[in-house]
């Protein structure tokens, strides 16, 4: 059963000078405990659908449901804290808090804190193949690769079954690229996440077990890798 839909979604951005139709009758659905791809030129529109499914944004038509409730009538600051996780390109930790603090401070907008909250960050440091050593440090004394495992430990302390990826691996080498591609995935089939990665990266496009492709605001394309 899906854990996400996107029905019929168009989305469109309209300015003082001109109106831009990016997304032109979307629809697909994604189930927990998978991996999905979606790939695509820049400019195809798969961002604006990745923001869409992320609760930044809202439908101009259609409707994007998760758990059969469509984001238009949700709290969507609530829906983002507690139901979609996005991991970026760029990290995106906060430089003047610790790793742990990092890890923890989005328990703590939930009303998780103190001992309870670190125990699980140091749980979820172990869970993302990093020393505890790393607990104390700020994320500027870091590799990006292990920059990129602080950020997805943040994302799964939310307790959040939805991980959007925005380009996870863009700012990476091969191998730590390949070392979060891994971990993504034992997140989708050992702990059921549903996890939907925006990609160009075709090498992590054949490791999905479904991929969508994009094109000028459209789906060209759904294939099941396995």
């Given at each position: 059963m899906a854990i996400l839909e996107v029905k019929n979604v168009r989305?469109?951005?309209?300015?003082?000078?001109?109106?831009?139709?990016?997304?032109?009758?979307?629809?697909?659905?994604?189930?927990?405990?998978?991996?999905?791809?979606?790939?695509?030129?820049?400019?195809?529109?798969k961002s604006t659908l990745l923001s869409l499914m992320a609760g930044l944004l809202l439908p101009t038509e259609g409707e994007i449901c998760f758990q059969g409730k469509s984001t238009g009538s949700l709290d969507l600051n609530r829906y983002r804290r507690e139901n979609a996780a996005v991991i970026y390109q760029s990290y995106?930790?906060?430089p003047l808090l610790t790793v742990e603090e990092n890890i923890t401070y989005p328990m703590e907008l939930r009303g998780k804190g103190g001992r309870a909250a670190r125990q699980r960050a140091a749980e979820l440091?172990?869970?993302?193949?990093?020393?505890?050593?790393?607990?104390?440090?700020?994320?500027?004394?870091?590799?990006?690769?292990?920059?990129?495992?602080?950020?997805?430990?943040?994302?799964?302390?939310?307790?959040?079954?939805?991980?959007?990826?925005?380009?996870?691996?863009?700012?990476?080498?091969?191998?730590?690229?390949?070392?979060?591609?891994?971990?993504?995935l034992k997140l989708a089939h050992e702990d059921g996440y549903c996890v939907i990665v925006v990609t160009h990266d075709l090498e992590i496009a054949a490791k999905a077990d479904f991929v969508y492709r994009m094109r000028d605001g459209l789906l060209t394309d759904e294939t099941a890798a396995h």
């Open positions: 989305f469109r951005y309209d300015s003082k000078y001109q109106s831009v139709e990016v997304l032109k009758g979307i629809s697909c659905a994604f189930e927990a405990g998978k991996f999905y791809a979606l790939i695509g030129k820049s400019g195809s529109g995106r930790l906060l440091l172990r869970r993302v193949d990093l020393p505890d050593t790393v607990r104390n440090r700020f994320p500027g004394m870091l590799s990006g690769g292990e920059q990129q495992r602080v950020a997805i430990a943040r994302a799964i302390s939310m307790e959040s079954k939805l991980l959007l990826g925005d380009e996870p691996t863009g700012n990476l080498d091969a191998e730590n690229s390949e070392r979060i591609i891994d971990l993504l």
